[in-house]
């Protein structure tokens, strides 16, 4: 059965695989950001996305519970493609053969800033499925949204510092 935008029939696989579509997204993401950490560990960068690590992690922990409440099963392929997905895109020309490129933070932090207005935008989506379905904590994902949000910042600034370091200041 396909869907216009308009319609107000909800389809409930639709959610389903919207939900593991933003859980295959979060675990890359996991991946992505640690990475990210470990390249930057014992800098004031480094301890920010070991932060941001943790969070993100939680966040998936708790798209994961709310799976679990809607009674939708986790898609495990996407879970794992994600993951291989992450681990092959740091196979990349980066215009350095043997070490890593500055250019390769710059290009992390853009993907993660990406990544988490996509985490954003599921929440907002979700928090408009609460209004029907009670099994959803409206309160919860304003919280979360508001938490997304503040990451958004955060990686927004350190993606400008980075290319300021890179390309200089303008």
Excluded: C
């Excluded at 740091?90 to 043997?98: C, E, P, T, V």
């Amino acid at each position: 059965m396909s869907s216009t935008p308009g319609t107000t029939k909800a389809e409930p696989a639709l959610l389903g695989i919207y939900l593991n579509d933003h859980l295959a997204g979060a675990t890359g993401g996991i991946e992505l950001v640690r990475r990210s950490a470990g390249a930057h560990g014992g800098s004031p960068a480094g301890s920010t996305l070991q932060r941001l690590a943790e969070e993100i992690e939680q966040d998936r922990d708790t798209l994961l519970e709310m799976m679990v409440a809607l009674g939708i099963p986790v898609r495990h392929y996407k879970v794992y493609s994600a993951w291989v997905a992450e681990k092959v895109g740091r196979l990349k020309l980066n215009g350095h053969l043997l070490d890593r490129s500055p250019l390769s933070s710059l290009l992390e932090l853009e993907a993660l800033r990406l990544g988490v207005e996509g985490k954003a935008s599921l929440w907002r989506t979700l928090g408009e499925v609460a209004e029907h379905e009670p099994r959803l904590d409206a309160v919860r994902l304003d919280g979360l949204l508001q938490r997304a949000t503040a990451q958004v910042d955060t990686l927004e600034e350190m993606r400008v510092q980075t290319s300021k370091e890179i390309f200089g200041a303008a």
